[in-house]
Every structure is written in C-alpha cells, then in structure tokens.
C-alpha cells in the first residue's frame, strides 16, 4: 500500500535545470518512479543527454527536452504549452533552476550592482513564480497537480557574501507557503526542497575530494550530501504518499541547521601550546 503511493506510472512532470546536478538526478528519479518528463534547461545539449538517459532504460517513460531560460516569461509560457503538446497533461511541475553563486557574490552591499541583485533575483525567485503562474491554470483544468520548489538552506540564515541569492530563495519558501494557500482548493498541493550542502556531481580531482571531506566535517552527518539524495525526496513529495502535505520546507542537510553550524564565514581558531 505505502509504495503503492510512491508509483508515479504515467503522471507528467516538468523539471527545470535538469541538464545536470540535482535537476538531472530529480528527473531521472521522477522517471524510475514511473513520470514522463520534460526536462528544461538554457543548454540544449545537456537537457537531450538526460533525456535520452530517461528512456535508455526502455520501460516506457518518455522524455523530451525544450530549451528554457527561465528568467522569461514568454520562454517559460512555452514550456509548459511545450509539455501540454507532448502529453496532454501536467501533473508535476519542479521549479529547480537557480545559481548558486549569484554576479554579486563576495561583494559588499555597496559594490552590489542593480544587474547583479535582479540577476539573482529573476533566476533564484522570479523563476519559480513564472513556472508556478503557468502551471497552475492547466493543473486546476484537470483537477490535480503537484508544485515542488526548490529553495536552500543558505534562505534560513544569514549570508552576508551571497546576499541576493539568500534572500531570493528566502523568497521561494515564503512564496511556496502563499501558493500553497491559494491553490490548495483545486487539489493542487506545493511544498519545498530545501538543500544543504549537496554535492552536484561527482569529485573530478582530489583536490575536491579533500574540499568535500574537509567541509563534511562541519556537518553532523560528517559528509556533504550527493545529488541522488534529492531524487527520493522529489518523488515522495511528487507522490500521493505526500498527500496531506501542503505548503512545507522539508530541510534535507545532513543535520547541517539542527547541529547548529558555524556561522557563515566563522572557522575556530585554537593556539596551539
């Protein structure tokens, strides 16, 4: 019964930043649970890569990827047309695009440009909304869906280097908790992934195999987290198996927030005698 509710066969899924890291990995976990998928992403090349793996596997998933830069509106608009083309229904739309290091990272608030805030701001936050906006209309139409957005644990604290992108994925979860209030009533529930320190692809070199277990020691779990580990937690929340959740950050950072790590910036310092 309980993974009976977990079988995603035949519902739709939209997913945007799927050419790599932890877009690809949701998309290629919302496949195994059954979902076709759209994969979107401003890389042609990268979103037809996972495409292709999707339907590898010959089980009947089908994948398609349409180019996107989700900072536009019209291009997002087309998207979601793109999928109704495709499949004739949307029954997952999983706002995952974002960069991470925001054009003003590392810079005082004074040398912050106008550019670098709306930047951050239109890719981290106004995304979300776009996909969330054009998506709802055809969920409501056929009487179901599932929003799933994704913020950063960096939205629970302060960062006084990345502010911009802090500040916009502080947005996310808040406007996750709005829409989830207005949309509620039409069957459609949205919640929030709320990543840690995650990996979004393997080591390359030992150099970033020593950075990743130096920073694993900070983190209760002693590790940092990798990119597959998102997958199940998309299809739970993708799944009736989440059915009574609506408008929720569900954290997944190996403990990171509950231990209470050091303050962004903050390394100990001890004389040594």
């Not at 604290?157 to 829409?179: E, H, N, Q």
């Amino acid at each position: 019964m309980v993974l009976e509710r977990l079988v995603l066969k035949d519902k739709v899924a939209v997913v945007t930043g799927a050419g790599r890291g932890l877009g690809k990995q949701m998309a290629l976990a919302l496949a195994k649970a059954g979902a076709h998928v759209v994969a979107a992403a401003r890389t042609q090349e990268q979103i037809d890569a996972t495409a292709r793996e999707i339907e590898a596997p010959g089980e009947g998933q089908r994948a398609v990827g349409i180019r996107t830069d989700v900072r536009e509106p019209a291009q997002v608009d087309r998207l979601i047309a793109g999928c109704l083309d495709q499949f004739g229904r949307l029954d997952i739309m999983l706002s995952n695009a974002g960069i991470g290091e925001s054009r003003g990272l590392g810079k005082m608030i004074w040398d912050i440009s106008d550019d670098d805030w709306r930047d951050s701001v239109e890719v981290n936050l106004s995304s979300a909304f776009y996909c969330a906006r054009a998506a709802a209309k055809p969920m409501i139409d056929q009487g179901s869906g599932v929003i799933i957005n994704v913020a950063s644990g960096t939205a629970l604290r302060g960062v006084p280097f990345d502010m911009a992108y802090a500040a916009a994925k502080a947005g996310v979860i808040s406007l996750t908790k709005s829409l989830a209030l207005m949309l509620v009533r039409y069957n459609i529930r949205v919640n929030c992934i709320i990543p840690g320190f995650v990996a979004q692809a393997p080591a390359a070199t030992e150099q970033d195999t020593e950075q990743r277990r130096d920073r694993g020691r900070f983190i209760p779990v002693q590790r940092v987290g990798e990119a597959w580990e998102l997958g199940p937690l998309a299809v739970f929340l993708a799944s009736d198996a989440s059915s009574y959740l609506a408008g929720q950050g569900i954290v997944i950072d190996g403990g990171g927030l509950a231990g209470g790590c050091a303050p962004v910036g903050f390394a100990p310092v001890q004389e040594l005698s």
